[in-house]
């Protein structure tokens, strides 16, 4: 009578299991947006206070963080919106520090990842438009924001379609281009800036 075993635990040879680079990348870059949400939810509060103060990020009329922060869009959901990275991101550092110390992650909490950030992503994208070819301003400390959610996004759909849909094409190009992806998806918000202000 052969013993029967059971293993519980993951397996980490196989192509879906979840990476170093992408915890670092939640932890890092989680903690990279906390601090821009801070300071955002900080010359929010100011500007509120004194209408004449001006946010460090003003350098011109098209970098300026005031420009963007007087709009109905920097409140789209009725309240500031870095105040909703103040509650996201936090989110992505623990899962990120989680990962760093080995803790296995039930594919629930994948999945509401999964939610969060594609829910980021859209609203990233929205704000884009509205910065670009509505409100005609661009506010750094936004786009560094932009900047950490759109790898973000990006490395944990990998991720997941890897574990999920391991043979689907989508899954397949980003195990494979990832790298190409994430390149020509910054080389396209980086050009439509230019051609938005600069040409």
């Known amino acids: 009578m052969s013993a029967v075993t059971t293993d519980l ?46 946010p460090s990020c003003d350098f011109s009329t098209v970098l300026s963080c005031t420009n963007i922060m007087k709009t109905d869009q920097a409140s789209a959901f009725g309240f500031p919106n870095p105040l909703i990275g103040l509650i996201v991101f936090p989110i992505v550092v ?48 936004c786009m560094v924001v932009w900047a950490v959610v759109v790898p973000t996004f990006l490395y944990v759909t990998r991720r997941n379609l890897m574990t999920w849909l391991p043979g689907s094409p989508v899954s397949r190009v980003l195990a494979d281009w990832h790298v190409l992806v994430l390149m020509l998806w910054y080389i396209a918000v980086v050009a439509a800036i230019m051609f938005r202000f600069y040409v």
């Open 94 to 141: 623990t899962v990120g520090v989680l990962l760093l110390a080995r803790v296995p992650l039930p594919e629930w909490v994948w999945a509401g990842l999964q939610i969060g950030v594609s829910l980021g992503i859209a609203f990233v994208l929205w704000l884009q438009f509205q910065s670009l070819y509505r409100i005609g301003s661009l506010c750094p400390w």
């Open 9 to 54: 635990s993951p397996d980490v040879s196989a192509p879906t299991a979840t990476s170093r680079p992408l915890a670092l990348l939640l932890a890092v870059g989680g903690l990279i947006g906390l601090v821009a949400s801070f300071v955002l939810t900080r010359d929010k509060l100011e500007l509120l206070a004194d209408p004449d103060f001006v």
